[in-house]
């Protein structure tokens, strides 16, 4: 955390108010806080959008008349070391509701005025404080509390301590039942935000067994009652990402709208503190389902929401600003409202495009592939190619799967620019279809696994690329179709999985139609 990079990424990833409250504090200093050294540094820092050391020592020097503090200076090794302390603690004060919040505060208020003596007081705290661990995301505050309630108990009781202390026995008995069981659903939590993790392709390798063992945890499949709220909420989460593996994805829409819920009861303490991108990214991830199913009043309000909030965030996550005009786009092309779509689209994909590079990397690989996928669908090949070109600009994505369905999906794309001859007897590709076949089998050769719904693309294409008669490429589509749909594949989560990210199977019908046609 010492060295400058740590630092400018800390600043950069800092919310507006954290700022303020960071310069506050410099403020509440005195005047010659402001023009101490590590505020300087700290002004330094906010100055540099990219990470550039030379940059870095540029904007230091200027902040000085004389120009004559190199960063290989004493001042500046020690202006680093104040300024992390500094940045730390107010982040620490202003974060306290997320990480402890009320409950916490009075926590710490109750020791002092026990060890002052003041046992009555110290045991009000207690009490209050136990009622706002309801509002915690960690359950362990709870834990300690009760724990000093039972030490603390005795000096305050009277003729009812042995009911007291009985009471107090007894929830910690309750309480210990809530951490193993919130230990458990953090255990799958873990598990299955791995399996997610390696399991971002495809096939579905050796994870398979450990997929359906959690699937078929009574915690997932049964309504579990009476839990607190930290595991009600890893729980929701775990179950939504559970049921996303195993392509269950009403179940899915349904866990996350609990979710949702959930933390909606604890809407302002959310948008108050750190957790505020977590929340808003749980209901953004809502805000998609609510597309795929065509409940469009909820998407709308949900992606509004976010907007709304996304200056809360500050300049360090574009995600809040641009991705819910991604998920705005894919209201209408999840239910084929052709002249809607292109209304939406004409409004915000030239931003999506423009801003690309601002979206996380993590996001970037779900909007590419969306949006290939919404102008596949409105024919605008010069579209999908500008996008796909994208693809190859970072050289760096997160979503193997996303990455190569985009591969695919450009394929499909290059050979729906084919031309079919007046007799419907020969069918001519472009001559860019075959570099792009020959770099899609290159892709999965470099690929740790191939599925076989992907081995079976490739093959068709390799034998109808260099092929012009319409009856060969009639007769190896139909095939390929057979094969989506035999025993084997059909239920199998990797042509599940496929399908959610691209409907091939109606991108064959429309080439059959069309060549029929």
């Not at 000093?148 to 003729?159: A, E």
Request: hydrophobic residues 40%; glycine residues 2%.
């Amino acid at each position: 955390m010492d060295n400058i990079f740590n630092i400018w990424t800390l600043i950069q990833n800092m919310t507006p108010l954290e700022i303020r409250e960071v310069e506050f504090s410099f403020k509440q200093r005195g005047p010659r806080a402001l023009q101490s050294d590590p505020a300087k540094l700290f002004r330094a820092l906010q100055s540099v959008n990219a990470y550039n050391i030379e940059t870095i020592g540029y904007a230091w020097r200027r902040q000085f008349k004389e120009k004559s503090k190199p960063m290989e200076s004493k001042a500046f090794t020690d202006a680093r070391y104040i300024l992390k302390g500094i940045i730390l603690d107010v982040l620490v004060k202003s974060n306290f509701k997320y990480l402890g919040g009320e409950a916490e505060r009075l926590l710490y208020h109750s020791e002092i005025l026990s060890s002052k003596g003041m046992y009555e007081e110290s045991y009000k705290a207690l009490k209050q404080a136990l009622i706002e661990t309801n509002h915690c995301v960690s359950p362990f505050y709870k834990s300690m509390i009760l724990q000093k309630l039972l030490n603390i108990t005795p000096k305050v009781s009277g003729k009812n301590l042995e009911e007291n202390v009985y009471s107090l026995l007894h929830q910690i008995e309750q309480d210990a039942q809530d951490l193993n069981q919130f230990f458990l659903i953090n255990k799958l939590n873990s598990h299955t935000a791995l399996t997610l993790f390696k399991t971002a392709i495809l096939n579905d390798g050796s994870d398979l067994e450990l997929i359906n063992e959690i699937a078929a945890h009574p915690l997932i499949i049964n309504e579990t009652p009476n839990l607190s709220y930290s595991s009600s909420l890893y729980l929701e989460k775990t179950k939504s990402w559970i049921f996303g593996l195993t392509c269950q994805y009403e179940k899915q829409y349904i866990a996350q709208k609990k979710l949702y819920h959930l933390l909606a009861t604890n809407e302002q303490e959310n948008l108050d503190t750190k957790y505020v991108q977590i929340y808003l990214t749980e209901v953004l991830d809502l805000a998609l389902f609510s597309a795929k199913f065509g409940n469009d009043a909820e998407c709308n309000f949900l992606t509004d929401y976010v907007l709304s909030k996304a200056p809360a965030v500050g300049e360090s996550s574009s995600l809040f600003n641009l991705y819910p005009q991604f998920i705005k786009v894919l209201s209408p092309f999840y239910k084929k409202e052709i002249p809607k779509l292109q209304t939406m689209v004409n409004e915000y994909e030239p931003i999506l495009y423009e801003q690309f590079e601002k979206l996380p990397i993590q996001a970037r690989d779900n909007v590419r592939l969306g949006m290939m996928r919404i102008f596949i669908l409105l024919n605008s090949h010069t579209k999908i190619k500008q996008w796909h070109y994208l693809l190859n600009e970072p050289k760096v994505y997160t979503r193997l799967d996303a990455n190569l369905v985009c591969h695919i999906v450009y394929t499909c794309s290059l050979y729906e620019l084919s031309t079919i001859s007046v007799n419907k007897q020969n069918i001519t590709t472009i001559p860019g279809l075959r570099k792009q076949v020959l770099e899609l089998k290159k892709l999965c050769q470099n690929r740790p696994n191939t599925s076989p719904v992907e081995a079976a693309i490739i093959n068709t294409f390799i034998k109808i690329m260099d092929t012009n008669l319409i009856q060969f490429h009639l007769v190896e589509l139909n095939n390929l179709m057979k094969f989506l749909g035999t025993e084997k594949n059909k239920n199998a989560l990797y042509l599940k999985r496929f399908l959610n990210m691209f409907d091939l199977s109606e991108w064959i019908r429309n080439q059959l139609m069309k060549m029929n046609t």
